[in-house]
């Protein structure tokens, strides 16, 4: 439940601030909804009556999380997820800002589905949840949406979800009518024909389990041809999940040719690759799938050096009829919203990400991307922050997850690390106890 919003002291915090590069040990003062000062030596002296003053020593304040890539079924599907249930994993998660994709029953795309979604979201979800509404009609691949209509109606960007738009033609009138708007297209770049029948990444691993494999290529070929469509109509231009590589070395020529292209990869891809499917674990199955060691460590380089911009958990629920099945016959898709900060620590603690960084891309660059007044604790911005014990050990029990589906790849996963408190809109949303 929201609690009442009266003011907080969040005090003796380590305070990691991404859009001021800001780490320092502090106090942070949330007042009538907004971040009031975060700054040394505020003290419980200094604030308005009735603060609430929580001593946070050896804890981390950071802006919550803006998570740019999450599936979720309301409408149509909600047996899976529904907006209720994805508020409640998210501000577990330290999510206080949800992006859904348009890949419901009806299809987010016309202006009525996106007004259905804001207001569902304001009576039943307790973070800001923002729609992507699609791209094509009916997320068909032939029919662009009306772009202008849809952003005026609250759309945030453009995408068609898990499906890539196959017409280049379509792709390249969808660059050209969203940049008249200054709207931002987000693509799946991954080929059909070329996945094939595939279920894992191409390579021995796969050849060993006796499984087909999906081709780099795949992902490679379909970003290529969209980078030089949006030289072709100097539009607004992100991947939504890269995973290898290869598409490094084409988001890298892109963006060194000054074209307007940013990119996310997935939680999963930056701390699993293809060798922890295992004995044929579905929970793991992926689009795109997980792929080699080599690819998982460059795409964590990427991230680091700032050629990758987000990191987001594609959260893509899924029930036990489409999981627990043979491999090949299985869904893709892994639950992610609960679990995308605390699988990054993991990737903190053996030293192989900043906690700036990780933090930066979970919540100031996707805010920056999709124009949302979240990802800062500057003075007046909106109270939407994270309380976290980087250090607590914990195993993680998919029955206590918040989500519907529990398709977790870190089943019984031992972690370090967890969000005890989630304030939206300067309410606490979320306590750990």
């Not at 029919?143 to 995408?159: N, P």
């Not at 029930?319 to 627990?324: H, I, L, P």
Request: proline share 5%.
């Amino acid at each position: 439940m929201l609690s009442d919003r009266h003011p907080i002291l969040l005090a003796n915090a380590r305070i990691i601030d991404p859009s001021r590069d800001l780490d320092i040990t502090g106090d942070l003062l949330i007042a009538d909804g907004v971040i009031r000062e975060a700054k040394k030596g505020i003290g419980a002296a200094g604030v308005p009556e009735g603060t609430d003053v929580v001593d946070c020593r050896g804890k981390l304040v950071a802006p919550g999380l803006v998570d740019m890539r999450a599936f979720i079924g309301e409408p149509g599907a909600g047996h899976r997820e529904t907006l209720a249930s994805a508020s409640q994993a998210a501000a577990a998660g330290g999510v206080t800002t949800i992006i859904c994709q348009p890949d419901t029953s009806p299809a987010i795309d016309n202006p009525a589905t996106v007004d259905f979604v804001l207001r569902r979201a304001r009576d039943t979800a307790i973070v800001h949840v923002h729609p992507m509404a699609a791209l094509t009609k009916g997320l068909g691949g032939q029919e662009m949406t009306e772009i202008g209509l849809l952003k005026a109606a609250g759309a945030v960007a453009f995408t068609d979800g898990e499906k890539t738009v196959e017409n280049a033609q379509v792709m390249r009138r969808a660059l050209t009518y969203a940049r008249d708007f200054g709207a931002l297209i987000v693509h799946h770049t991954e080929d059909k024909n070329l996945v094939g029948d595939g279920v894992m990444n191409e390579g021995e691993f796969a050849a060993r389990l006796g499984l087909l494999g999906v081709p780099k290529a795949a992902e490679t070929v379909v970003l290529e041809r969209d980078l030089r469509l949006v030289a072709l109509t100097d539009g607004r231009y992100h991947a939504a999940s890269i995973t290898c590589g290869e598409s490094l070395e084409v988001l890298r020529r892109a963006k060194d040719d000054g074209l307007n292209v940013t990119a996310s990869v997935s939680i999963n891809h930056l701390a699993l690759n293809e060798n922890d499917i295992g004995p044929y674990r579905t929970f793991l199955k992926m689009s795109p799938p997980l792929r080699a060691e080599d690819d998982r460590k460059l795409m964590v380089d990427a991230l680091s050096n700032g050629l990758v911009d987000v990191v987001m958990s594609d959260h893509n629920p899924q029930d036990v009829e489409t999981k627990r099945l043979p491999f090949a016959e299985a869904a893709p898709g892994a639950i992610g919203l609960e679990t995308m900060l605390v699988a990054g620590l993991r990737l903190v603690h053996n030293g192989e990400l900043d906690i700036k960084v990780l933090l930066r891309a979970m919540s100031t660059r996707p805010a920056e991307l999709l124009g949302l007044s979240g990802g800062t604790l500057k003075s007046g911005a909106p109270a939407d922050v994270i309380v976290i014990d980087p250090e607590v050990p914990w195993l993680l029990d998919p029955a206590e997850l918040k989500s519907k589906c529990k398709n977790t790849p870190f089943d019984e996963a031992r972690m370090q690390g967890r969000v005890l408190r989630t304030i939206v809109g300067g309410r606490t949303v979320y306590e750990y106890v």
